[in-house]
């Protein structure tokens, strides 16, 4: 009786144990969370929907002008910039611009003291001052020559020495206006002892790469000049698109600095050859004004308007919603009396007209999809909130 006792109770504990086991091993149900959704999908309830204004709808179809975006960057081609260097080896004595300062064609930019300088006008001086008495020495042996009373490598020498100095005035009074110094000028009383640079072209001081009491060398940059009247806009094409841009196309131009504020452009030339890494070709565009934040190597992008003019899936501007650089429409996913659960779909605008925006969607719709058309924004907003909860 003792041990049958002992058995059932040996069973029962057995039990008991497994028991314990078997609920440590069971997963429990975690308590949902309110509003948790996959990326991009955003719930919103049917009285904050209301409450919003939101208005649903499906996307229609427009005849609208299109446009391609395209992406690039203010640019400023070399052929429009200047580098002031130094032409002879020496010290700057004297910086005569500020950076980001205008400078006109021929304006002197700095001077440079050389001090050899003086030598080589001492030299021309000299030579200019001997050329008369070789001249006049020349023409004496000519004349007692006709007279047979002297000898004629006597006559030689002299017309000899006479056209040396002649070609040796012509070479130092080269040397002189490389030295921006008029030989035709040039008087004992105003010898020269510094070298001035000049701007080779109109434009805004960009750079200084030197400062005063610096010794320089030959080709020693001193500052850079940049034409901004010539900056416009370079934007990438690729291949299969190269087609559809021709010269004289209307575009608008947005920078990145700029918020949503655009400027009217014109595409004037259309690069030749591709780019063999990128498969695309560049396309330039002439601006019309000088927007504010217009900056060379800025980011901007471009709406060129193209030549087709057929149905295109269109929203209203109010079903769009800018974050950073993309532009998002809201599909709705699923319907139901709580609420309605929306996906975030990345577009890209391709033409505007009468509060409608053509759009290419990046993400496939399925057919007769229901859309946001108006309160993006604030599903938008709602969005966020969710996230900030979780």
């Known amino acids: 009786m003792f041990k049958h006792k002992i058995s059932i109770a040996a069973i029962a504990l057995s039990l008991f144990a497994g028991s314990c086991g078997s609920n440590e091993n069971t997963p429990q149900p975690e308590a949902a969370t309110p509003h948790e959704h996959a990326d991009g999908h955003i719930m919103v309830t049917q009285e904050k929907l209301r409450n919003g204004g939101v208005e649903l709808g499906a996307i229609s179809e427009q005849r609208i002008a299109q446009t391609m975006l395209l992406n690039g960057n203010i640019a400023l081609h070399p052929e429009h910039t200047a580098q002031v260097s130094a032409s002879s080896d020496g010290v700057v004595e004297q910086i005569l611009v500020a950076l980001n300062a205008s400078v006109q064609k021929g304006q002197a930019v700095a001077r440079i003291r050389k001090a050899d300088l003086l030598d080589l006008q001492q030299q021309f001086l000299e030579l200019n001052d001997r050329l008369p008495l070789l001249q006049s020495e020349y023409e004496r042996y000519k004349g007692l020559q006709s007279a047979d009373a002297t000898a ?9 020495e006479w056209r040396s100095a002649q070609t040796t005035k012509q070479v ?10 008029n030989p035709d000028q040039l008087r004992a009383d105003n010898l020269s002892t510094a070298l001035t640079l000049y701007a080779p072209v109109s434009g805004v001081v960009t750079a200084i790469s030197s400062n005063v009491g610096a010794a320089v060398q030959l080709g020693t940059p001193i500052c850079a000049i940049a034409d901004l009247s010539q900056v416009h806009a370079d934007f990438w094409v690729y291949e299969q698109d190269l087609g559809k841009i021709k010269n004289g196309q209307q575009a608008s131009i947005r920078l990145s600095a700029g918020g949503q504020e655009s400027t009217p452009a014109q595409v004037y030339a259309i690069d030749p050859v591709l780019d063999a890494e990128k498969r695309a070709a560049r396309i330039h565009t002439r601006l019309s004004s000088r927007p504010a934040g217009l900056t060379v190597g800025a980011y901007a992008e471009a709406q060129v308007a193209l030549a087709d003019n057929s149905p295109a899936p269109a929203v209203p501007d109010a079903a769009i919603v800018r974050e950073g650089e993309a532009e ?9 009396a709580d609420g309605i659960e929306f996906t975030k779909v990345s577009v890209i605008r391709s033409g505007a007209a009468n509060g409608f925006v053509a759009i290419r969607p990046q993400t496939p719709l399925p057919a007769g999809a229901k859309v946001v058309l108006k309160g993006a924004y604030y599903v938008s907003a709602e969005g966020a909130e969710i996230g900030d909860e979780h």
Not at 152 to 160: F, G, P, V
């Open 152 to 160: 004629a490598k006597n006559l030689q020498r002299a017309e000899s």
């Open 172 to 181: 130092l009074a080269a040397k002189l206006r490389q030295y921006q110094i």
């Open 328 to 336: 998002f429409i809201f599909v709705v996913e699923k319907e139901s």
